[in-house]
């Protein structure tokens, strides 16, 4: 798209720091510069074919465009036709769906977050895992998983009541979290039970980081004080995804069975 020949008004609405075309294309070459580069969304460069011959070329397909104007993000479905074929001339169509589309992206973000404590779920965990996975495998980097859970957990849900459980799975998961690295994958799969991902950690220094949450819990003492089991195991290259989870509980199993408050590697 080589220039804009002609917009709405409704163009302005958006690009509301202009108020002509010519202003527009004083600063910017294309509307394509405000693209948010993101899967799933028309790019600037399609796999080496330009966004309107693209938008041209596959005219059956619902296409979105995600833009950021000035720091808002705007979303759009877009469509793109040939007007005048001998001057390579182009009718573009956007159509804002920002409102469709961040409330489709809540109930997606709400399918897979813990409505308690706010983390992953174990569908998010699931859809996690098989992510970390890929990228082992296509860069070779190490990858590990942790599970755990809350030792007597039933005890406190009989002798202080469930709302006093909710608060110590909301508190110790705040203490978890903020222990964490930047791109572990923190999610609750069961009533007491969680589970992390720790990309680009082996064996060993995933059971450093078990072993420095188990001491951080036992010590932390907020709402009540608790400790938790651990199991850890490391990725074997192409290990299915059922079993690596179920080598991580057998691990936490024989954490439970040999007096918990430990972490086991398996």
Same mark, same amino acid.
């Given at each position: ?15 509301d ?65 040939k ?35 706010g ?9 996690k ?41 909301? #508190?110790?998961?705040?203490? %978890? ?7 572990? &994958?923190?999610?609750? $799969?069961? +009533? @007491? =039970? ?23 819990i #036992?010590?932390?003492?907020? %709402? ?7 199991? &850890?195991?490391e990725? $074997?290259? +192409? @290990? =299915? ?24 590697v398996?």
């Amino acid at each position: 798209m080589k220039s804009l020949l002609y917009v709405n008004k409704i163009f302005f609405k958006y690009f509301d720091k202009y108020k002509t075309l010519k202003e527009f294309l004083a600063e910017n070459e294309c509307i394509c510069d405000f693209f948010v580069e993101e899967d799933g969304y028309i790019k600037k460069d399609m796999d080496g074919v330009k966004w309107v011959d693209y938008l041209v070329k596959n005219k059956s397909k619902v296409h979105k465009i995600k833009v950021d104007i000035f720091g808002k993000i705007y979303y759009f479905s877009a469509s793109a036709s040939k007007v005048f074929k001998e001057k390579n001339h182009h009718s573009i169509v956007l159509t804002d769906i920002t409102e469709q589309e961040n409330y489709k992206k809540e109930l997606e973000h709400l399918s897979v977050t813990d409505s308690l404590t706010g983390i992953g779920n174990r569908r998010y965990f699931h859809q996690k895992i098989e992510e970390e996975i890929q990228r082992a495998k296509r860069y070779k980097h190490s990858l590990s998983l942790v599970m755990f859970d809350i030792d007597f957990f039933k005890q406190v849900n009989d002798k202080h009541g469930h709302s006093v459980g909710d608060e110590v799975l909301i #508190e110790y998961t705040r203490l %978890i979290n903020s222990l964490l690295r930047e791109g572990d &994958v923190f999610s609750r $799969i069961g +009533g @007491e =039970e969680f589970i992390i991902i720790l990309p680009h950690a082996g064996r060993d220094e995933a059971q450093k980081i078990a072993e420095k949450l188990r001491a951080k819990i #036992e010590l932390f003492q907020k %709402i009540l004080p608790i400790t938790m089991s651990f199991g &850890v195991v490391e990725y $074997i290259v +192409g @290990e =299915e995804i059922e079993f690596i989870f179920k080598r991580v509980d057998d691990a936490l199993y024989k954490a439970k069975e040999s007096g918990r408050n430990i972490v086991v590697v398996g």
